[in-house]
């Protein structure tokens, strides 16, 4: 072996070494993208989130979770608030006011919601010094790592109870079942909310 040979070989070893020590100070970085997860399909379910945006652009989506596709138009306004999804279609409000967004298309219609009477669904409360465990019933769910305080912002299980959709701090929607089988999926990034479709 020359001398360049040996040259390259500790540059390699060096930079391996470096790399190694960057990603354990620094961290490691969850679910980068969605060729880490399972495909397309494998849950069900239709559900709707808001794109984070500037204070004056926020989007709702609605994907169908089978096969990923969009079943209602983007639909954007300012300072955008994700109310509700039910049978009737998604309800929004935001600066043009109170919308519902129907699954059958056409125009966003206004609507009237009763504040008071109708809250949003309660995000399961994540065990202290354990956000980035989710663990349902004694089962451990799904257990992700991430830099510093990396943590799961906003968890909530279907109506069957069957899947549970998470929005973690780094702004990532991840699909996982409650039963902890399967691999979780990556629905998007850059979430801000979202909510499951329900039946009423």
Known sequence: MDLDQRTLRRGAIALGIAALVVMLVVGFRPLTSVAALAPTGGYTGLIAYTESGTLRDNCVH???????????????????YLYAFGPEGVVVDGDDGTKRLS????????????????????????????????????????????????????????EDQSQVLIVDSAGRLI???????????????NVDDVRWQTSR
Do not use: K
């Open 175 to 189: 699909v996982a079942r409650t039963d902890g089988t399967g691999t979780p999926m990556l629905v998007a990034d």
């Open 62 to 80: 609605t994907i169908d979770l089978a096969t990923g596709n969009e079943v209602i138009d983007e639909y954007c306004a300012q300072y955008l």
């Open 103 to 158: 699954l059958e298309g056409g125009d966003p219609l206004p609507t009237t919601v009763d504040f008071a009477d109708e809250e949003p669904p309660r995000p399961i409360d994540l065990v202290p010094g354990e956000e980035s465990v989710l663990v349902l019933d004694g089962v451990t769910v799904i257990e992700l790592r991430g830099p510093g305080d990396y943590q799961f912002d906003n968890v909530l299980v279907s």
